[in-house]
């Protein structure tokens, strides 16, 4: 019986515990609420109050004179569009306006409200929001001095604009596991998006425009950045389809680990436009920058992988890099001066890159800086172009150039900085019927440390032929596909080395010897073969030949490329008469060259040697000197209907242009540098194909523009410009 009647007693207590549920105070500073675990509202906080000086209401207008605190654990503030059209928060409140405990945030306008003029104004100060919002959507935060979400329940937090305010439009901290998207952020003084302390987070369709319209140290478009207190980093963090504009400071930054960042455009940065302040392992992909006040890419990280980077008129460089063990795919670079300033960077290598000088200044490849920091060491630079400029080095040891086309080299004479410069080697086996498979294996006559490397610079000397008996193409497979080294600078000195091919096939051997690649081994297309040494096993047919090049079935020259022709034979030769046409151009030695004309040139031999004679004819056809076809666009994301910029940066003279702007194989444009309004939802492939009167050629760009339908509340917005 007693205990029954403690039960009921507990039970009656809790009642009327539950019965009083909150409460409201008008404190000093602040509107306190005591919430006791409730959903509350304006209009509710404001019936208890009974203060319209402090809160009231006005046709679904709110006036709030004073903080709105929230103070019990589990307490939940909904200001939303079920009470609320507007809060005008009075700007002289100049703090946390709206803190502690739980919101809610849907389908509303808030902002600090200037009593006297009757417009939002940061005149007094801006309002602060600091607390942990359970739902965040569909809101415009208007002359907000700070949306300070902190440790959000809402695993997804969407629709926002932000505007004109004082500090930072949004900061988040500890928004794990979750999503935000769709923000616009313009005209706030210290940083547009702020990420702390926040793991697996996605964050895409961010628009962040004008933060401190001049250059401050801290003040970002978007930063992904540790906890400087605790030292907690944004591990896991993407930030995809988003722009930033007229940033003070730096456009983009991060310092945390595993970020990703793909499909961003920068523009105009006083500082450097893409700013990777340190940590590791950063993904990097389809970002394009433009006009930064230093640097395009400031790179300070460990193991980041660069793809698909346009970077155009830097006032500095374009990358400026002190990493570790990272590559950089498929970059491309236009005007502005130095192309790759490295420092104190190792094992970091340069696949596929391309620099255009539209100032006339030097399009360096790199140029390394004596500021104390360590000698950049084993650095990769594979298939670039820098033909406008000159490649630049000091103090730099161990730098690899692997197909790389340039118009001169200046290296210091008295400080370390070892170049090695290769290129592609293509091999094809065969006998006198067909092609064999063969392993091949490369030797250095000269030199036993630069030996021959893979398609990524690694030491290999041994390589298999496929199917078709040809090593690889490095557009298939860079592990296979052979790389010889031309010759080795260092101190001022040049060492130009021979190579040796042995090939062996289940129906025999053989060796080639004196193989001197050069700059004429360069290949602008790395899908086709360049210069290939075609090596004859057994050839009933012609016991003397056992190895000729290049192949003019395979091989392709231009209107004044120089060519060598060389043959390797089985005995030694006696004599040799060298012909082009019917004129006899050289007797003796087993190599000629020749520039190629404007009409197709035959070369041919007649040799003699121990068992007789014999002879080989080549006949090369000039192809035309057809356009690179290149292009870029400003954004690649964004709402309908959305303006797309494009850029021809194509190469070699074009002198018309065709665009597919949705991928349907119809030619939407002849404009060189057209301007394009995208309607509908979608993702569009785009190709430009440039042309002159010796033909054209295309790039195609695969899912390159993507448009997203605009949300009600974004139509809204836009109709009203904002």
Same mark, same amino acid.
């Given at each position: ?16 515990g539950?019965?009083?549920a909150?409460? =409201? ?10 919430g ?10 404001s ?12 046709n ?27 809060l ?6 100049n ?10 945030f849907?389908? =509303? ?17 801006s309002?602060?929001f ?5 739902i965040?959507r569909?809101?415009?935060f ?18 926002? %604009?932000?505007?004109d ?10 928004? *794990? ?9 313009t ?7 702020? =990420? ?7 964050i ?13 140290t ?19 963090t ?7 504009? *007229?940033i ?8 945390s680990?595993?970020? %990703? ?26 970002i ?19 793809s698909n980077?346009?970077?155009?008129? &830097?006032?500095?460089n374009?990358?400026?890099i002190m990493?570790?063990?990272?590559t950089?795919t498929?970059?491309y ?6 192309g ?11 696949i ?9 200044? &030097? ?64 091999v ?20 036993a ?20 008996g ?26 130009i ?16 010897t004196?193989?001197t ?14 210069y ?6 057994n050839d ?21 490329d ?31 060259? %020749? ?8 070369v041919?031999?007649?040799?003699e040697?121990?068992?007789g ?5 080549? %006949?090369?056809t ?8 290149c ?9 309908y ?30 404009s060189?540098?057209?301007?394009v ?16 009167s *010796? ?14 339908k ?13």
């Open positions: 019986m007693i205990r029954k009647l403690f039960l009921i007693f507990v039970c009656f207590w809790l009642l009327c539950c019965a009083q909150w409460s =409201v105070t008008n404190g000093t500073t602040e509107i306190k609420v005591y006791g675990g409730a959903t509350v509202n304006l209009t509710q906080i019936e208890k109050l009974n203060n319209s000086a402090l809160l009231k209401n006005e679904g207008v709110w006036y709030q004179n004073k903080s709105i605190r929230l103070y019990d654990t589990g307490t939940t503030c909904r200001i939303s569009s079920d009470d609320v059209s507007e005008r928060i009075r700007d002289g409140i703090g946390l306006a709206l803190y502690g405990g739980y919101w809610e849907e389908n =509303v306008t808030i902002g600090s409200w200037n009593y006297s003029s009757n417009s939002y104004s940061t005149s007094g100060g309002a602060l600091e607390g942990c919002p359970k965040l569909n809101v415009k208007d002359h907000f001095g700070r949306v300070y979400a902190n440790q959000p329940l809402a695993t997804e937090i969407y629709n926002l %604009t932000i505007v305010g004082m500090g930072t439009g949004l900061l988040l901290v500890g928004f *794990n596991d979750s999503v935000l998207h769709d923000i616009t952020i005209n706030y003084s210290v940083c547009g998006l702020n =990420v702390q302390r926040s793991f697996n987070t996605e895409y369709n961010v628009n962040v425009t004008n933060i401190a319209g001049d250059s401050h801290g003040h970002y478009g978007i930063v992904i950045m540790e906890d400087g207190a605790t030292q907690t980093h944004c591990n896991n993407t930030v995809r389809d988003s722009s930033v504009n *007229n003070g400071y730096s456009g983009v930054d991060t310092n680990n595993y970020t %990703t960042f793909r499909n961003i455009t920068i523009i105009n940065a006083t500082h450097n436009g893409l700013d990777i302040h340190g940590g590791y392992h950063h993904i990097l992909d389809n394009t920058i433009i006009g930064s006040t230093m640097n395009n890419v400031h790179s300070i990280g460990l193991y980041c992988v660069y980077i346009r970077s155009i008129n &830097p006032g500095g374009h990358f400026d990493n570790n063990g990272s950089f498929n970059i670079m236009s005007g502005g001066s130095i790759y300033n490295l420092f104190g960077s190792t094992d970091v290598m340069m596929n890159s391309t620099k255009v000088s539209s100032t006339g200044k &030097p399009a360096q490849l790199s140029y390394v800086t004596s500021t104390g920091h360590l000698s950049p060491y084993n650095t990769t630079f594979i298939d670039a172009d820098f033909t406008s400029g000159l490649l630049f080095f000091s103090g730099c040891n161990l730098t690899k150039l692997i197909n790389i086309k340039y118009d001169r080299t200046l290296g210091s004479a008295t400080t370390l900085c070892g170049r090695e410069y290769a290129y592609y080697a293509d094809a086996v065969k006998n006198s019927t067909s092609y064999l498979s063969a392993t091949v294996n490369f030797t250095n006559e000269d030199d440390i630069h030996i021959t490397k893979d398609g990524f610079g690694h030491n290999k000397s041994s390589f298999e032929t496929g199917a078709d040809r090593t690889e193409l490095p557009s298939g497979n860079r592990l296979e596909s052979a790389v010889l080294t031309a010759r080795y600078d260092d101190l001022g000195i040049s060492e080395y021979s190579h040796t091919i042995n090939i062996s096939t289940s129906s025999g051997n053989v060796s080639l004196n193989i690649p050069d700059h004429r081994w360069y290949r602008s297309n790395i899908s086709q073969s360049k290939t040494i075609t090596a004859i096993i009933s047919t012609n016991t003397h030949l056992t190895g000729f090049a290049p192949s003019a079935d395979e091989n392709n020259y231009i209107e004044g120089s060519v060598k022709f060389q043959i390797w034979a089985s005995e030694d030769v006696d004599s040799i008469t060298w012909k082009q046409g019917d004129e006899t151009v050289q007797t003796g030695g087993l190599t000629y060259d %020749t520039i190629v004309g404007e009409t197709p040139i035959t041919d031999i007649i040799a040697d121990n068992n004679s014999f002879s080989k004819e080549w %006949t090369i000039p192809t035309a000197n057809l356009p690179n076809a292009f870029s666009a400003n954004v690649t994301s964004g709402y209907p959305l303006m797309v910029s494009f850029t021809d940066n194509s190469t070699d003279a074009p002198t018309y242009w065709k665009w597919d702007f949705d991928g349907d194989g119809k030619t939407d444009s002849l060189q540098n057209p301007v309004k995208y309607k509908a939802k979608g993702t569009y492939n785009v190709t430009l194909t440039s042309g002159n *010796n033909g054209e050629q295309s790039e195609t760009k695969t899912a390159y523009i993507t448009v997203q605009p949300s009600f509340i974004r139509k809204l917005l836009q109709m009203y410009g904002w």
